[in-house]
């Protein structure tokens, strides 16, 4: 946002965009008839529920995942690690997650991202057995989780989260190049939602410098991130069941093998690149080098 400001890039607020229409240039049609335009293209973040896709042959919508979360931001309390995303569970149908979020602005205090796992057809029931029944479950839980729930007075400070599963075959097209959620939708589970959006900008910037005409950008873009986003949606999709689900077996399974697995090499190193998304190099073929972080201690 300060670097559209900076670059007096006009910002549109309070519009709901239809559809795009493309000719010699792109041009945004919204719901209340305004049009905005020409671009040169368009760039579709708009997130999983994403109206521009369609435009193109993309008509399916993100499959529901039976689990989503109630999330809210509050103010970090000690007793937690600052740098590390922290849950407990039990099994896989209930799971209290606790993750730091830095600060909204310079000088602010530090804050933490608080969430709890549920069903989305379930929190009209949770919220009518009442706030404080359920913060009661959640210290159950995780008796220390009470400096957060602590700072919760209303369900209306929790929002909803409900997560999708959808892969678009070809995430660019006709004006228009689809990133993020938008191109691709999964459950949060490895952490990795924000990255790949910021991988896709990346790698439509690096196409973009470099492709002879507008066409070939796009598809280069399409290309250098097919594999990458293939391979991270079939891990999210087949170990989501482990984390979020109803079953009894595949948790057990889950404590079983992810502890022997941090055991045993490559096992860590295996462990570390799938929550890193880095387990196909997303990098090199979008102009990017990983980071050579230094030897811990």
């Known amino acids: 946002h300060r670097a559209a400001l900076r670059e007096a890039i006009a910002i549109e607020t309070d519009v709901e965009v239809e559809t795009p229409e493309t000719a010699e240039r792109a041009t945004l049609v919204c719901a209340n008839g305004k049009r905005l335009g020409p671009f040169d293209l368009i760039v579709d973040a708009s997130g999983a529920r994403s109206k521009l896709r369609h435009c193109l042959g993309d008509a399916a919508m993100p499959r529901p995942l039976a689990y989503g979360a109630f999330w809210a931001s509050l103010a970090w309390r000690d ?12 099994k896989a149908s209930i799971m209290v997650g606790v993750l730091p979020i830095g600060r909204p602005e310079p000088g602010a205090q530090d804050m933490a991202a608080f969430f709890w796992s549920l069903k ?7 919220k009518a057995e009442g706030l404080e029944a359920w913060k009661a479950r959640v210290v159950s839980v995780w008796p220390e ?25 070809l995430p660019a097209g006709r004006r228009l190049a689809v990133i993020g959620d938008a191109a691709h939708s999964t459950s949060p589970q490895l952490g990795q939602g924000a990255n790949m959006a910021l991988l896709d900008a990346a790698a439509l910037g690096h196409a973009l410098a470099r492709a002879d005409s507008l066409d070939d950008a796009l ?11 293939r391979v991270f949606q079939a891990l999210s999709l087949s170990l989501t069941p482990f984390y979020q689900s109803d079953s009894a077996a595949l948790p057990f399974v889950r404590d079983r093998m992810v502890a022997a697995l941090a055991r045993v090499p490559p096992g860590p190193q295996f462990l570390a690149a799938m929550v890193a998304g880095t387990v196909i190099d997303p990098f090199r073929r979008i102009g990017l080098a990983e980071f050579q972080w230094p030897a811990a201690g």
């Open 79 to 90: 007793g937690f690690d600052r740098s590390a995303l922290l849950q407990r569970y039990d």
């Open 120 to 126: 989305p057809a379930d929190a009209e029931r949770v």
């Open 145 to 169: 989780c009470e400096a957060f729930t602590s700072q919760i007075d209303s369900f209306e400070q929790l929002s909803l989260a409900r997560y999708g599963h959808h892969t678009m075959t």
């Open 219 to 229: 598809a280069t873009y399409a290309s250098a991130r097919r594999w990458h986003v």
